[in-house]
Structure formats: C-alpha cells, structure tokens
C-alpha cells in the first residue's frame, strides 16, 4: 500500500489501461501540455505522445462529437472536461449519440467511452460552475454514471469504465482532487453498479455518494458518541442503482435518510425514496428524509452559499428526526 492523492489515481487509472490498450485515448482542453486543469493527467503527454493525449480547443459539442464518432470505429476514448457545466455544450452529443447508437442502430455499432470532469460545487464559483447535474445524465438510458467518493473507490471504479463497452460519465470533484488515500500496489477493479457500506450500522440507514460522503461518514461517528448507530452506504454509481444494497439495510435499521448535493426535484434520493416505499414500505418505522441544496441556483456569496449548501448539522437533525429523538 501507497498513499496517493485522487488526482494520482485517477491518472494511474488512465495510463495503465493505456499501456494495455493503444485504442485508448485521452482528449480535452489542457489535458495534455498543462498536464490537466487539475494535474489529472500529469505526465501523460511525456509517456504518451501527443497522438494519444490531445489538447483541444474550447469547443465541448466539437471534440465529445470527434470521440464519439472514434469511439464507433473501434477505439476507446476518455473525454475530459474542466467541469461538467461545461458537458452542457456537449450535451447533445453525450445524450442522442453516445447514449442512443447502440439502440439505434441495431447493436451493430457501440460507443466505448469514458466521459469525466468534476461535477457539483467548489466554493465561490458561481451558479453556472456549481451545478450537480448526476440526475441529468443518470435519467439517459444508455448511459451509466459513476460517483466516486474517495481515491480507492475512484481509480478501480474508473478502470472499470474504460473497459466498459457503453458510455460511461465518471463524475469528480475540484474540492476531492488533494484528497490522500492509501491504494494497493497491484491492480484491481470495482464493478460498476455496486454500492458499498462504508459503516455499519442498526439504528438509521444513511444513503449518499460523491464528496458529501465525507459529511455523512462524519456525521455517522459524531451520532455515535451520542449512542446512535449509523449504517452509511456509499452508493458509488447512480446508473445503475444498486437497489438491493440500500433496500437490504432500510429491512435492517426500518429508517431512510439520503443525503445528496443536488436539487430536490428529480433528484437521485427522489427516485430512491420511490424505490424503498414501493418495495420495502412494510419495514419502514418512519418517513423518510431527504437532506439537498435548496431549489435555487448556488449563490456567489460566502455567506449565502454556506446557508445554501447542506450542513452537518442538518444531516444529524434528519436522523434524529427519523428516530423521533428531539434535537
């Protein structure tokens, strides 16, 4: 075991699938001779060449539609994006051609690519640079969508996408890149559409995934000392959802609280609170409760964005609530 930061693993997960794989291709803007906008791809312009790590202009719908049209004819390529406000220029490409040619076309074309960039807020940067858009593309059929929370989770999570021979958005975060993380030595792989229970527990089960993971874990061991057992699921990929996991803890602790950076409606807790009610109604012992971002666009204010974005406060008041124990 060695410890990396995610900006590491995530180009050790990149260039070691490159090494096996010539078909595999990094494209983006500054991904090659800047190393990355976040040192996500430091050193593989040296070891690749330009051919393979390739700068491109500001021009998402131009370049995700080039890797696209590559991904058709055999290759497989990993398009970055400096953020993914910034996939909403591509959009059209990721959603009626990425998600769809395998459909439309009878199966006789594929589309074996990795889109990643970091997703939701990262402080003061305005409403058009924090948004959480996970739902967005997580409602495409054709799609999967990967969330990872820590380093570990990212680099088998990412390998695994870039061997996946559908679509794949791999979705990051700026505030997560210096996160340090001890990683195994040898190679491995996480499939993908499985969560994982990063803490047990009996009382309450906790649902999130992504960077606000680390406020439900913390909020988890504060509630501890307080007597209060949190069951934490990490969920890790939002298409596909592993139902099971989560249905299988809330017939355990009969309680649901999900914690999720993202609008309200349509939200990923949306569809889960669905999901648990319909299927699993019988075992809950309170309703269940959804902690997002208000629906409002994120504020530019310090002051303003810390009340707009979830608090751990919050989080430790909603699990007290589904227990009935007064704050």
Known sequence: MKEYTFREV?????????????????????????????????????????????????????????AIGAAMNGNRPIVEYMTFNFALVGIDQIINNAAKIRQMSGGQWSCPIVFRGPTGSAGQLGATHSQALESWFANTPG????????????????????????PVIFMESEQMYGDKMEIPEEEYYIPIGKADIK?????VTLVSFGKIMKMALQAAEDLEKEG??????????VRPLDYDTVLESVKKTNRLVILEEAWPLGSIATEITYMVQQKAFDYLDAPIKRITTPDAPAPYSAPLFADWFPKLEKVKEEIKNALYIKS
């Open 199 to 203: 803490r047990a527990g009996t009382d």
């Open 143 to 166: 799609l999967k969508v990967v969330v990872p929370s820590n380093p570990y989770d990212a680099k088998g999570l990412l390998k695994t996408a870039i061997q996946d021979n559908d």
């Open 10 to 66: 995530i180009a050790q997960a990149m260039s070691e699938e490159m090494r096996k794989d010539e078909s595999i291709f990094l494209i983006g803007e500054e991904v090659a001779e800047y190393n990355g906008a976040y040192k996500a791809s430091k050193g593989m312009l040296d070891e690749f060449g330009a051919k393979r790590v390739i700068d491109t202009p500001i021009a998402e719908l131009g370049f995700s539609g080039i």
């Open 228 to 237: 209060i057992s949190v069951e934490v699921i990490d969920l890790r990929t």
